[in-house]
């Protein structure tokens, strides 16, 4: 079936697989784009400034921050560092999409760097095997259409969804963290030893240090402790068939 | 009061981009020693848990060290709702629905 495929037939459905794909991000960006834009406005900042920030950066938890240390009236470098060191941990998503995107062209990896988020690197990852720049193309369109739409309309309608259901949706993103990575968590063993380890050091660290530096930490060391690990596992075991 | 926040803003979208951006068009991906294509193909599964862990938990308070009961409880029961929909390998977007559905009328009858 596939070879019958054109190339451009084939690529506009994994566009479409992507859509698809991003339809929970946009669901649970939703309910805290409304927020952002409706604190920005409460911040003091211009319409174009909120929507501006949420073109520009893209990068929720960042963009709270921002918010915050305006308010405090904070300089700007020390806004711009405090948000680098933040979303430093996307460097990371970033070399991990490299290592699976089958992707060639410098020019389109540039374009899909900036839609690389904690959500589009998780659909990605746990969607395909490869990763297409197609696939990114439909994923980014939905989650990055839906945080600045709503980014846009928190700030025009000054409010945010009824309360409890502002409060029930902020679950989403977490439930659609847990509905990607379950699946792989029953299947490979691999997979739940990373998962575990790096949940509880991230735990620990994020008692001491920010949370951007709690995931990288915590990413880094478990993958590449449990990679070690199970080369030393392999290794054992191959020598007991010899 | 902030005539200067597009400055800020774009200083923002720079230090944010770059790091997104650099590994994606830097590195050869054929030129990565095979120890670090493990690594990095581990790391999906590592992030996803340090995204989750603590934070579900402290979704209002923002930090463990001012975790509330409400906080801790409204984590854990749409969690298990999640946990429960995707063991069963739910459509992700039921997982979400069903998550949203659980903690909107524990909510109200609270």
């Not at chain 1, 190339?7 to 939703?30: E, H, L, N, Q």
């Not at chain 1, 430093?88 to 290592?99: K, V, W």
């Not at chain 2, 862990?53 to 029961?77: E, K, N, R, V």
């Amino acid at each position: 079936m596939l070879s019958y495929q054109t190339p451009v037939k084939k690529s506009a459905r994994i566009f479409t697989d992507g859509v698809k794909a991003g339809i929970p991000i946009a669901i649970g960006y939703m309910p805290i784009a409304l927020t952002f834009g409706l604190i920005a406005r409460t911040t003091g900042l211009t319409f174009m400034d909120a929507v501006g920030m949420s073109v520009f950066v893209y990068a929720g938890a960042s963009q709270f921050m921002a918010l915050q240390m305006l308010a405090a009236e904070t300089g700007a470098i020390e806004i711009i560092i405090a948000t680098f060191i933040v979303n430093i941990r996307h460097f990371l998503m970033s070399a991990s999409i490299n290592e699976r995107t089958v992707e060639r062209s410098r020019w389109k990896k540039a374009a899909m760097a900036f839609g690389i988020t904690d959500e589009t690197f998780s659909v990605a990852s746990l969607n395909r095997d490869k990763i297409e720049a197609a696939f990114m193309g439909g994923l980014i369109l939905m989650s990055y259409g839906s945080w600045v739409v709503f980014s846009g309309l928190g700030y025009v309608i000054g409010a945010s969804l009824p309360e409890v259901l502002q409060k029930s949706m902020s679950i989403a993103l977490y439930a659609m963290f847990i509905g990607l990575v379950v699946p792989s968590l029953k299947k490979e063993r691999k997979a739940l030893a990373l998962f575990i380890l790096s949940a509880i050091l991230c735990s620990v660290f994020s008692l001491f240090i920010p949370f951007g530096w709690a995931i990288v930490a915590a990413t880094l060391i478990s993958s590449v402790t449990i990679e070690w690990a199970y080369g030393l596992l392999m290794k054992k075991e191959g020598e007991a068939h010899v | 009061m902030f005539s200067s926040v597009i400055w800020v803003i774009l200083g923002m979208g720079v230090v944010t981009y770059v790091p997104r951006m650099l590994p994606l068009v830097a590195i050869k991906a054929e030129g990565v020693p095979p120890f670090l294509q493990g690594v990095l193909k581990n790391v999906p599964f590592a992030v996803l848990g340090a995204l989750i862990f603590p934070a579900i938990f402290t979704i209002q308070s923002g930090s463990l060290l001012h975790i509330t009961w409400d906080d801790f409880f409204f984590g854990l029961i749409g969690g298990a709702m999640a946990f429960i929909a995707s063991y069963l390998e739910w459509n992700i977007i039921f997982v979400v629905l069903s998550a949203i559905f659980v903690l909107t009328v524990y909510s109200l009858i609270l």
